[in-house]
T-cell receptor, first 108, second 115 residues
Framework: GQSLEQPSEVTAVEGAIVQINCTYQTSGFYGLSWYQQHDGGAPTFLSYNGLDGLEETGRFSSFLSRSDSYGYLLLQELQMKDSASYFCAACGDDKIIFGKGTRLHILP | DADVTQTPRNRITKTGKRIMLECSQTKGHDRMYWYRQDPGLGLRLIYYSFDVKDINKGEISDGYSVSRQAQAKFSLSLESAIPNQTALYFC??????????????FGPGTRLTVL
């Protein structure tokens, strides 16, 4: 079957760094995406890894290891506005499969 | 103006009623999707369409049907609504260019309550 596993909740302190992990099992895999969703809002695209390694976009970075079927999203210099849910999504075959999401709580 | 719009934004209906959720996009994308979101379950794919003549079932299509009236319009119907279809529904579009990200662009969502 196809599935993605990510922690349901993560808590971090404002200004700190947090890593959200994602492991996947999916057929025809060709990349891992990350989406952010604030309460009451729609998911928005953050990043994509089609190749192994680290992709950096401002304060956010994402990593992929195909051999380990594993990726993570790294958020640096956390701000209160980063409080949201984060979804990893495996891009494979002809559609995307989303994980159940990680709720990020940020403490002042 | 928003690129992906959904109507209605909120709907309360009764068990057994037929209801249609509509999605329109101005992005010019060929691919359109319907997802439902339930607390703790993430986004689950209901149906997807790669063009007007191509409709595919997702992982939870039972109890739902869709219509792709045009490249820009993709409607989701609940023929006979039941309470466990109470959820937040999202429409999304994507444009694929080779082995691209297939980035999904989501509409604002429709909150559906079935009593």
């Amino acid at each position: 079957g196809q599935s993605l596993e990510q922690p349901s909740e993560v808590t971090a302190v404002e200004g700190a760094i947090v890593q959200i992990n994602c492991t996947y099992q999916t057929s025809g895999f060709y990349g891992l995406s990350w989406y952010q969703q604030h309460d009451g809002g729609a998911p928005t695209f953050l990043s994509y890894n089609g190749l192994d390694g680290l992709e950096e976009t401002g304060r956010f970075s994402s990593f992929l290891s195909r051999s380990d079927s594993y990726g993570y999203l790294l958020l640096q210099e956390l701000q209160m506005k980063d409080s949201a849910s984060y979804f990893c999504a495996a891009c494979g075959d002809d559609k995307i499969i989303f994980g159940k999401g990680t709720r990020l709580h940020i403490l002042p | 103006d928003a690129d992906v719009t959904q109507t209605p934004r909120n709907r309360i209906t009764k068990t057994g009623k037929r209801i249609m959720l509509e999605c329109s996009q101005t992005k010019g994308h060929d691919r359109m999707y319907w997802y439902r979101q339930d607390p703790g379950l993430g986004l689950r794919l209901i149906y997807y369409s790669f063009d007007v003549k191509d409709i595919n079932k997702g992982e939870i299509s039972d109890g739902y049907s869709v219509s792709r009236q045009a490249q820009a319009k993709f409607s989701l119907s609940l023929e006979s609504a039941i309470p466990n279809q109470t959820a937040l529904y999202f429409c999304a579009t994507s444009e694929v260019a080779g082995l691209s990200t297939d980035t999904q662009y989501f509409g604002p969502g429709t909150r559906l309550t079935v009593l």
